[in-house]
């Protein structure tokens, strides 16, 4: 962890899996969630190891946006919201504003949801998926609004052992086709009909908006020299790498349990029949690690949603007030009154949903929606870490950042218009 008394450390300060101060592991919990679980159920359900190489590829996408904004804030200390506000046309923070209010409504109704399914699946139907949606939604209410930063770190540090330990596990005491995997994962490969799981999967792995609140976790663990860069990259590359080997280890007991015995994946019965097949496979044992293991996995995104999604609407609190630096700085603090009202919002504005009885749908939904907001950072990423003078010694956009990003935007937008017009015909 990098104390405050290691904040202004001319050096930078040493890594270790053992010694990651949070940003890292809570990046990649918030990330793991209810779009890399159910994308890859699905996927591997339909396609086997056909698209292992889409969960790759949307990681290492992740890790490049996520250490552009890092970049960013480690050398002009301001966030990204605050970057788009001072040097890109009015719009921009316009359009984000209003995207944010949208997405806040599809990803915490896919979350509540997917907790809801889990819950459902743990109490075999006790608590229907509806009303463990609600509860999850409340408690995570109730948990970030009175535990703080430091709460909220200890108890997603604990969901990510929980999740780690379960899905892996599964994924490994199931595992039978190696050749077929590493195949799946180095040869890209779209199969007919798969366009739409291919942007979930790249999209959905590791997040979309909530990489934006990477730099407020940043500051909550006084990130904020220079010098930390070599660390902050190795915090995220860490996570990100975890985050992969998650959505691949999904995929994988997806494709051991429907799609290499033939059977159909159902909408409503994923979380439950993946469950059930686990246990012919692996016994009861197989049951309930991969149901404790779903559950963790969206709780914890949940949790790292309702924490840090305020963040983002306290920022554009101080930005539309025109608020100083200190005071938009002092807004975003979890102990304000713009957090506090947006956290409200979070947890109330999913429970109209809770009961629709479609809970696959809408977290399939929230997955392609939240893959539209990632060209749009790509594309603000190259203005700002090209474009925009500093003085820091954190370098600028190399070339290989700069033709990832134009990667990341073109790969994007074919894909995004391709199930746009698919949608509409």
């Given amino acids: 962890m990098v104390a405050s008394g290691q904040a202004a450390s001319t050096r930078p300060s040493k890594l270790s899996f053992l010694k990651l101060a949070g940003p890292g592991l809570v990046v990649a919990a918030t990330g ?25 590829i949307g990681a290492f996408f992740k890790y490049v946006l996520t250490e ?20 890109l046309p009015v ?69 990510v052992g929980v999740m780690a330990c379960a899905i892996l596990l599964c994924a490994g005491l199931t595992f039978s ?11 890209p490969s779209v199969p007919p009909g798969a366009g739409m799981y291919v942007l979930a999967l790249i999209g959905g792995i590791g997040g979309s908006i909530t990489i934006l ?36 280890a999904i995929a994988l007991i997806a494709n051991e349990t429907f799609f290499v015995r033939g059977l159909a994946l159902s909408d409503t019965e994923a979380v439950a029949g993946m469950a059930e097949m686990l246990g012919e496979v692996l016994g009861a044992f197989g049951a309930w690690a991969y149901s404790i293991g779903f559950w963790a996995a969206v709780f914890a995104s949940l949790l790292g949603v309702w924490q840090s999604v305020p963040y983002l609407y306290a920022d554009c609190y101080g930005i539309i007030r025109k608020l100083s630096p200190e005071a938009r700085h002092a807004a975003t603090r979890v102990t304000s009154t713009p957090y506090r009202l947006a956290l ?36 603000t990423l190259l ?15 190399g070339w290989a950042a700069n033709c990832l990003l134009i990667v990341i935007l073109a790969v994007f937008l074919i894909i995004g218009i391709q199930e746009i017009v698919k949608a509409i015909t």
Wanted: proline fraction near 4%.
């Fill in 32 to 56: 793991i969630g209810s779009g890399d679980v159910v994308a890859g159920t699905v996927a591997g359900a339909n396609y086997g190891v056909l698209l292992l190489w889409a969960i790759l």
């Fill in 68 to 87: 552009g904004i890092a970049r960013w804030q480690l050398a002009t200390g301001t966030t990204a919201l605050e970057g788009w506000a001072a040097h």
């Fill in 91 to 159: 719009w921009v923070s316009w359009y984000f504003g209003i995207y944010l209010v949208l997405w806040t409504v599809a990803v915490t109704a896919a979350l509540t949801n997917a907790t809801g399914l889990g819950l459902a699946n743990l109490t075999n139907g006790a608590i229907p998926q509806g009303w463990g949606a609600v509860l999850h939604s409340l408690f995570g209410f109730c948990f970030v609004l009175a535990g703080g930063y430091a709460g909220f770190e200890k108890l997603m540090k604990f969901l």
């Fill in 177 to 187: 086709a190696p050749a077929a995997a590493v195949r799946g994962m180095l040869v």
């Fill in 213 to 248: 609140s990477y730099s407020y976790w940043m500051r909550e663990e006084k990130l904020t020299q220079p010098e930390q860069l070599g660390y902050v990259r190795g915090d995220v590359g860490i996570a990100y790498s975890f985050t992969a080997l998650f959505g691949i």
């Fill in 344 to 379: 409200l919002f979070v947890a109330l504005v999913p429970l109209p949903f809770a009961f629709t009885g479609r809970p696959l749908a809408i977290i399939m939904i929230y997955t392609v929606v939240g893959s539209l907001f990632v060209p749009f950072l790509a594309a």
């Fill in 383 to 397: 203005y700002l870490n090209n474009h925009v003078s500093w003085t820091s010694a954190v370098p600028k956009n």
